[in-house]
Each structure stands twice: as C-alpha cells, then as structure tokens.
T-cell receptor, first 115, second 114 residues
C-alpha cells in the first residue's frame, strides 16, 4: 500500500523567508512519481512540481524546489523567498507505475505567510 | 478558457435526492478521475476512467456512480445523497505517462447535502 505523510498541519512564516514543507512516503514500488499541489483559499488544486524516482537531480520550478532524499523516502518542498500569495494548503502526492488508481495524497500543510 | 471545467460549482441538495456533477476537459487526455476532499484531509479517489469503455472504482466508490459519455466528459452521480457526502469534489485529467503522469484538476464543486 502507498502512503504519504505530512507531519506539519500548519506553519507560520515571515514574508521573504524560505520555507520547507515536509513529506515522507511509503511504497514498495521502484518506479514512482512525487507531486506537490497548492490549494489556495479559493479551492482549486494547482500543480507545482514533480519528481521522478529515477531522476538524479532535484526538481526545480521557479521559486519551488523539491529536496528528494530517496533513501529516507522524503520529498520536501522548498519555497524560496516566500510571498504573501504563497499562503495556502500544500499537498504532497504520489503515484506509482504499478498503481492504476490515481494519486495518493497526504493530509496537507496549511502555510500562512506573515508580513 | 479553463482546460478542465466542472458544473455546478456549488450545489445544495437534500438527503435522498439524486444529483449529477459534470466534468469537461479540452486537454485531449484519455484519463479522467473523480476525487473528494473532506476538511482536514487530502483528496481521496472515487472513480477513474482510462478511456470511454474503461471505468474503475477507486478507494471510496460506495454511494457513487460515473458515466464517461465521451473522451472529454466524465460525470459523477450520487444516486441518493446523504449528509456525509458533503464535500468538495474534484475532477482531474492526466496524460497517462505512467508514474510520471501529471494530473490537472478542475476548480472543484462544493456540495452540501442537508
């Protein structure tokens, strides 16, 4: 069975600081993908970044980067130079190549950026 | 225009009523999904479809049914709504590239069952 654990229900961060959102995962599959989604208060789910299990380098997308530590089964999201608009729920998710049933999501982290 | 649209965006219904939530996409993806989100939880998979003739149950399919009318349309029905089906419902599509596939979500439908 696949499982995603996000241990930070909520975080408060000062604007312009870097933020790390934790995510650990559990799977017996060797091929899998890890995803981060942002959900602002308006409710939509916005895809942020993807990391493949065989990717040798950590993924980056603008201010977002993924700190992938395969041996520790962790896939932390790093947001550099946080902005007020980064305040949202953040979800880590996983899909395995052998899993035919969509994404497995964590429970999310509520990030609040303070001015 | 949005690539994945959901109608209605908000719905209030009564216990026992049948309702349908609709999803349309212009991304040309074969794979479509329905998820629900409850407060304090991540998304959970209800049903998914890999093409028009392929429908599969997800983690929490009881009380729901789906119809894939065309490649671009995937509807979710609640045959007899109950209050614990109050949730935020998302439709998603994906490009089907194995573990690498990325899912793109619609804006969600907020459903309240009284």
């Amino acid at each position: 069975a696949q499982k995603i654990t996000q241990t930070q229900p909520g975080m408060f961060v000062q604007e312009k600081e870097a933020v790390t959102l934790d995510c650990t995962y559990d799977t017996s599959d060797q091929s899998y993908g890890l995803f981060w989604y942002k959900q602002p208060s308006s409710g939509e789910m916005i895809f942020l970044i993807y990391q493949g299990s065989y990717d040798e380098q950590n993924a980056t997308e603008g201010r977002y980067s993924l700190n992938f530590q395969k041996a520790r089964k962790s896939a932390n999201l790093v947001i550099s130079a946080s902005q007020l608009g980064d305040s949202a729920m953040y979800f880590c998710a996983m899909r395995t190549s052998g899993g035919a049933d969509g994404l497995t999501f964590g429970k999310g982290t509520h990030l609040i950026i303070q001015p | 225009d949005a690539d994945v649209t959901q109608t209605p965006r908000n719905r209030i219904t009564k216990t026992g009523k049948r309702i349908m939530l609709e999803c349309s996409q212009t991304k040309g993806h074969d794979r479509m999904y329905w998820y629900r989100q409850d407060p304090g939880l991540g998304l959970r998979l209800i049903y998914y479809s890999f093409d028009v003739k392929d429908i599969n149950k997800g983690e929490i399919s009881d009380g729901y049914s789906v119809s894939r009318q065309a490649q671009a349309k995937f509807s979710l029905s609640l045959e007899s709504a109950i209050p614990n089906q109050t949730a935020l419902y998302f439709c998603a599509t994906s490009d089907g590239l194995g573990a690498r596939e990325t899912q793109y979500f619609g804006p969600g439908t907020r459903l309240l069952v009284l």
